[in-house]
């Protein structure tokens, strides 16, 4: 009988203790995430560069590494409801991948400014994202550590990328290609961005 008494007791006590715990949670506001507005970012990752390097009219050789890259960016963002639309221009720094090629080292140095339009889904504090623009890009070529030319011009990029956003801050994984000449240059990332 005793037993009985302190089940019935623990029930009865329980039920306010939910109540009470129901009450908090919708008396909390629901985190916000990312609205429209200014935003800075920078990114570290890491570059791969393919492509032919001409062989002063005797032909040309495969090019095929990858080095430490890092990006800074900055946009603004408009976000309307599910679809966050923004437009943001950066500087990019893909490192000097250098690659032996017959019997020599051959590096390129290779930097960029970019502007892209981005256009994402948002699911609560989670979204995807797509972007394609422009890097208006330059190279150093060097061989045995003496530059012997470079180059630069401005060719389409493009890019996907998952983030998680909470408040104004939020962390962005991409993968970008960019169609770079006769060279086919990619980055990998993960960076921060802060929504003002």
Avoid: Q
Avoid at 134 to 159: E, M, Q
Avoid at 172 to 195: C, H, K, N, P
């Amino acid at each position: 009988m005793d037993n009985t008494a302190t089940l019935k007791l623990t029930r009865r006590s329980g039920v306010p203790a939910t109540a009470l715990l129901v009450a908090v949670l919708l008396a909390t506001p629901a985190p916000t995430y990312a609205d429209s507005g200014f935003y800075l970012g920078g990114s570290l990752g890491r570059s791969f560069l393919e492509g032919d390097i001409s062989d002063a009219g005797e032909g040309s050789v495969e090019f095929d590494d990858g080095a430490s890259a890092w990006k800074g960016f900055a946009g603004f963002n408009i976000d309307a409801f599910v679809i966050d639309l923004a437009i943001e221009g950066g500087y990019v720094d893909f490192g000097a991948p250098s690659d032996r090629i017959a019997g020599s080292d051959v590096e390129f140095d290779l930097t960029g400014w970019d502007v892209f339009g981005l256009a994402g889904v948002e699911l609560g504090p989670v979204g995807v994202f797509a972007k394609a623009g422009f890097i208006d890009w330059s190279a150093d070529l060097s061989l045995d550590d003496t530059r012997i030319g470079s180059d630069s011009g401005t060719d389409p990029a493009y890019g996907i990328g998952a983030r998680f956003s909470l408040f104004s801050a939020e962390v962005r994984a991409e993968y970008e290609y960019f169609d770079v000449e006769d060279t086919d240059v990619s980055l990998v990332s993960v960076g921060v961005v802060w929504t003002f």
